[in-house]
């Protein structure tokens, strides 16, 4: 028994961390996200047993889901790279106010609720889902990418949205990215590299949004942060990135689509039972 927790349970938890990881993993490759909608309800089992009380227990969720997506992130953009795939050109328009957004995400959730992290989940997840599920290509907004104050205001906006549901915003960018026409190959490829940038403003937010509370936090946590949570999901989600990767560039423009929309309504549908429940 280890701080009053069986052995046996700690052995289960483990286990499903671990799990979790390997489906994060291959999902960033293969959808271009962090997988943090898989890695925020696995880790808010994990704290629920482990009595992390209910008033930090989702924040602490998003933030350590920030810190397990950053290496994936990385892997899952230098495949995606070494495929020529990457728009450069928007990742570097969008980093700064990406950054910014992720900045102001932090400080809401270290002073908000959790129920407001669990809305903002559902809401901009759902939305995503369902544009690409019965979406048509004639739903854009231009055939080609706006100008720079449009692109620095999309960019603001996708860091808040990923620091508040603890992703890489690979979901958010791409729906921005379809809006103006963008092949969804690149779109999956873009959001990978725009997330690496994204999640480590978000570790570094709300490991300092978290100090304030640090004393609810459980062990070997910095801030909203778990080390151990880190510790053992990074590592299995970031060796399996690679593989989601290169099936992303071996399926059908639809087919693809169609299984993106598919793992956000199924995401976003879980977050909205449990604040009805």
């Excluded at 933030?63 to 795939?85: D, E, Q, Y």
């Excluded at 407001?116 to 997840?125: E, G, H, S, Y």
């Excluded at 379809?178 to 190959?185: C, E, F, N, V």
């Excluded at 940038?197 to 509370?213: D, K, N």
Aim: net charge positive; proline share 5%; with cysteine.
């Amino acid at each position: 028994m280890i701080g009053g927790i069986p052995l046996g349970e700690l052995a289960f938890l483990a286990a499903v961390i671990i799990a979790g990881g390997i489906v994060t993993g291959i999902l960033a490759g293969l959808f271009g996200i962090g997988g943090g909608a898989i890695i925020v309800p696995v880790l808010y089992e994990v704290f629920r047993v482990l009595e992390v009380p209910e008033s930090v227990r989702m924040q602490l969720c998003v933030g350590t889901s920030m810190a397990i997506i950053v290496p994936t992130n990385v892997r899952s953009f230098l495949v995606h790279r070494a495929h020529g795939a990457v728009l450069m050109e928007v990742v570097r328009a969008w980093t700064i106010p990406s950054v910014v957004g992720v900045a102001v995400g932090a400080l809401i959730a270290g002073v908000a609720p959790g129920a407001v992290l669990k809305i903002a989940f559902v809401v901009i997840t759902g939305t995503i889902g369902l544009k690409l599920l019965i979406g048509r290509d004639d739903w854009r907004i231009a055939s080609r990418l706006p100008g720079r104050v449009a692109m620095a205001i999309n960019g603001f906006i996708l860091g808040l949205g990923a620091s508040l549901i603890g992703v890489s915003g690979g979901s958010i960018s791409a729906m921005i990215l379809t809006l103006y026409g963008t092949r969804i190959h690149n779109v999956v490829a873009t959001a990978a590299a725009i997330g690496v940038p994204i999640t480590i403003a978000g570790v570094v937010g709300y490991a300092l949004a978290g100090l304030p509370q640090q004393a609810l936090m459980p062990p070997l946590s910095i801030g909203f942060v778990s080390l151990i949570g880190f510790a053992l999901m990074a590592p299995v989600s970031s060796l399996t990135a690679p593989f989601g990767a290169r099936l992303a560039h071996a399926l059908p423009k639809r087919r693809l689509e169609i299984a993106f929309a598919a793992f956000l309504l199924l995401a976003s549908s879980r977050f909205l039972l449990s604040l009805v429940w």
